[in-house]
């Protein structure tokens, strides 16, 4: 069996999903062997992807995101 969490984050603007995507998306080197992960932005809307069949991995890679978000949200909105 196959887990796949889907986190969608709705930005104040483009500007900041596209920036945010940047900053969260990993790069080859650190998404594990046994995930799956993939991005994509409509606007401002930023969807995150994460499947495994390891749930454990998933839920941790899909957490690790969250807490990422939150640290780019404190940063961007102390910049802008």
């Known amino acids: ?3 796949t969490i ?3 984050f709705e930005c104040g603007s483009e500007t900041e999903a596209i920036s945010m995507e940047e900053v969260l ?11 799956e992960f993939d991005s994509r932005r409509d ?3 930023l969807t995150f992807r994460i499947s495994s069949e ?3 991995g ?3 890679s ?3 995101l969250l807490s ?3 640290l780019f949200q404190e940063v961007w909105a102390s910049t802008s």
């Open 6 to 8: 889907e986190l969608v």
């Open 43 to 45: 606007g401002a809307m």
């Open 68 to 70: 990422d978000a939150k």
């Open 25 to 35: 998306s990993p790069d080859n080197k650190s998404v594990p062997k046994d995930q």
């Open 58 to 60: 998933c839920i941790s």
């Open 1 to 3: 069996m196959k887990l």
């Open 62 to 64: 899909a957490g690790g």
């Open 54 to 56: 390891r749930a454990s």
